[in-house]
C-alpha cells in the first residue's frame, strides 16, 4: 500500500525561514514533522532559512487532544499554523504543503495574504470527487498497508488510535465530496506543451510554463469543493510540484490548482509518487529552494 495514508491522515508543519524570507511548510501524514520531512529537515540549506517543526493538534507530539474531523477541520489547521507563526514572532513566512497540509497552506495563502512571503504545494487537491472516495476507502484500513509504511506509524501512535483516525480521516474527508456549491470546469480538450529537462541526471521533470497553463483537468474535478473558491485569493508566488505516478492524488488536481492560481508554476516529477519529496530529495530540496530565495 503506497501512502496517501500518511499523506493524508495526520499533518504535521515543517518551518523554514530565512533571514529575510520567512518560509513554513505544512503537510498531511500520519507521522510527524521529523518523520515526514526527513531529508528537508537535515538537508536544505539552513545557512537560508530557518526549520521550525510543527505537529497540529492530535499528531505528533500535540496529542491531548485527539485527531478529530470537523467540517472545517482544514480551516482550523490553517489558522493554527498562522496562530503558532504569529505567536513565535514571525512578521511573513513562506508556506510549504504536502497533501492534506497543501490544502492546509493553499487556504492558509488565501486567507491570510498579508502573512504569506511565497507558497510551495505538492500531492494536494482542492476538491474531493466520486473518485477520490473510492481511492480513500481504499486505504481505510491500515492492517492492508505495507509493514514499511505501517509500522513505524504504529510504532509512533500506537495501533487502535493510528487505525481509529484512519478511518475517521476517511470519513471527514469524504464528507466534502457532497458539497456542490463550486463545480470543476471540463478542459478535457485542452493540451498542454510541457519542456523537458534534467535535474542533475537523476529524475527527469518536466516544467509547465505559466503561459501555457491550461489544466488538462477534465469532467473528473466537477467533485465536492473543498477551498475551489479560495484558489483565486492567492497572490503570492506559487509552486506547485506533482508526481505523475501518485496513486492517490491524480494529476488534474494539480492542473486545476495551477489554472487558478494567477502566475503560479507547476512542475510535473514522470517517476514521482505520492512521496515525491522523500523519494527524489535531492531534487525537491534544490527545486524548492531556488524558488523560495
Not at 467540517?71 to 505567536?87: I, S
Request: hydrophobic share 35%; charged share 25%.
Amino acid at each position: 500500500m503506497s501512502c496517501r495514508s500518511a499523506g493524508r491522515v495526520l499533518w504535521s508543519l515543517l518551518q523554514l525561514q530565512p533571514p529575510t524570507r520567512y518560509f513554513n511548510n505544512i503537510c498531511q501524514n500520519p507521522g510527524s514533522g521529523q518523520t515526514d520531512f526527513g531529508p528537508q529537515l537535515k538537508f536544505m540549506n539552513k545557512q537560508l532559512f530557518t526549520i521550525v517543526a510543527w505537529d497540529p493538534r492530535g499528531y505528533g507530539k500535540s496529542i491531548p487532544p485527539s485527531r478529530d474531523f470537523p467540517p472545517d477541520f482544514f480551516e482550523r489547521d490553517a489558522k493554527d499554523a498562522v496562530d503558532l507563526m504569529q505567536a513565535l514572532k514571525f512578521k511573513k513566512f513562506s508556506l510549504l504543503g504536502w497533501s492534506d497540509g497543501g490544502i492546509t497552506a493553499l487556504i492558509a495563502a488565501a486567507k491570510y495574504p498579508n502573512l504569506i512571503h511565497k507558497l510551495v504545494v505538492w500531492g494536494a487537491n482542492a476538491s474531493v470527487t466520486q473518485e477520490d472516495v473510492r481511492i480513500y476507502n481504499g486505504i481505510r484500513d491500515v492492517s492492508k498497508w505495507s509493514e514499511k509504511v505501517r509500522k513505524p506509524l504504529e510504532e509512533m501512535y500506537g495501533h487502535n488510535y493510528f487505525a481509529k483516525t484512519c478511518e475517521a480521516w476517511v470519513d471527514g474527508i469524504s464528507h466534502f465530496a457532497e458539497n456542490s456549491d463550486v463545480c470543476g470546469e471540463d478542459y478535457s480538450e485542452a493540451v498542454v506543451p510541457l519542456q523537458s529537462m534534467k535535474v542533475n541526471g537523476s529524475a527527469e521533470i518536466r516544467l509547465q510554463p505559466v503561459k501555457e497553463a491550461h489544466a488538462r483537468a477534465s469532467g473528473y474535478l466537477k467533485g465536492g469543493n473543498i477551498c475551489q473558491q479560495l484558489l483565486p485569493d492567492i497572490k503570492c508566488p506559487t509552486f506547485i510540484i506533482h508526481g505523475e505516478k501518485d496513486p492517490l492524488v491524480p494529476q488534474a488536481h494539480a492542473e486545476y490548482i495551477h489554472k487558478h492560481i494567477k502566475g503560479s508554476r507547476l512542475l510535473l516529477m514522470p517517476e514521482g509518487k505520492h512521496n515525491l519529496h522523500l523519494r527524489f530529495a535531492e531534487d525537491f530540496n534544490r527545486q524548492v529552494e531556488d524558488f523560495l530565495r
